[in-house]
Nanobody, 124 residues
């Protein structure tokens, strides 16, 4: 069983930046796509960003495109989410996930392992 651990969440003001990190306990996910999802209070979980196994392909939701950057080191099981120009509507619990396959996947059903989440709160 792969275990994913997120870190880097916190409380910031609108316009600030945060960098989330996700590390897998084993290297079984080094050849899998990785992704970030979030769940805001009272809302469904939504896709944020995804990256394929070697970092060459990245996909973003429309709401974060141009502000967030997902990255990883090829061959490693860690993934990062650089979040710039944060807005109050970015407030959510952010989850890291490891995909079933090597591609950058936007659907939650394409993911096999999930972290416990890290809280991001953006005040106006």
């Amino acid at each position: 069983q792969e275990r994913l651990v997120e870190s880097g969440g916190g409380t910031v003001q609108a316009g600030d930046s945060l960098r989330l990190s996700c590390t897998a306990s084993r290297r079984t996910t080094s050849n899998n796509g990785m992704g970030w999802f979030r769940r805001a209070p009272g809302k469904e979980r939504e896709f944020v960003a995804a990256i394929n196994w070697d970092g060459a392909t990245k996909r973003y939701s429309d709401s974060v495109s141009g502000r967030f950057t997902i990255s990883r080191e090829k061959g490693k099981s860690s993934v990062y989410l650089q979040m710039n120009s944060l807005k109050p509507e970015d407030t959510a619990v952010y989850y890291c996930a490891a995909a079933l396959r090597a591609m950058a996947t936007t659907g939650a059903d394409g993911y096999r392992y999930w972290g416990q989440g890290t809280q991001v709160t953006v005040s106006a």
